[in-house]
C-alpha cells in the first residue's frame, strides 16, 4: 500500500528538498533558488511554490529568533509588513497566468537573483523608510508568485 506513494517525481523532490535544505543550511537563504525551479518541472507552478514555502518557512522559522538578535527590528518590521500586503498580489498572479509562462517567469527570477548574487550588486542608495517599503512590497509580489522574495 505505502510503496505506491513513493515515485520518481517524490524521490526527485526529496533530492532537490535535500541540496535546497543543504545550502540553506550553510549560507542562510537561497532555497527557494533551488526548489521553486526544480519543483516546478515536476509539478504545475502552483504547487512547486505552495511546497517550496512551506518548506522554507519551516526551515526559516528554526533560524528566526537568531536573526531577530542581527536585525534592524524598525526596517524590519516595515519591509515585513509590506511584504504581507502585497504577496496576494503574487498569489494572484500566480493562478492566474498560463502555467507554461509562471515556469518561466520562475526561471528568469532565478537568472536574474542568481546574475545580482554572483556579481555582488547591492542597493547604493540610502535605506529611508519609502525604499524599504518598495523593497518589502517587490519581495512580496516576487515571493506570492514564485517563492523566491529574498
Known sequence: MGAELITIDLLWAAAAALAAGLLFGFTGFGAALVMAPLFSLLWDARIAVGMSMILIAVASAQVLPGALKLCDRRQMALM??????????????????????????????????????????????????GVTAAVGALSGILNGATSMGG
Open 80 to 129: 515585513g509588513a509590506s511584504a504581507c500586503v502585497t504577496i496576494p498580489i503574487g498569489g494572484w498572479v500566480l493562478v492566474s497566468l498560463d502555467l507554461e509562462l509562471m515556469r518561466r517567469i520562475i526561471g528568469i527570477v532565478v537568472v536574474l537573483i542568481t546574475v545580482a548574487l554572483a556579481t555582488g550588486w547591492r542597493y547604493p542608495g540610502a535605506r529611508h523608510p
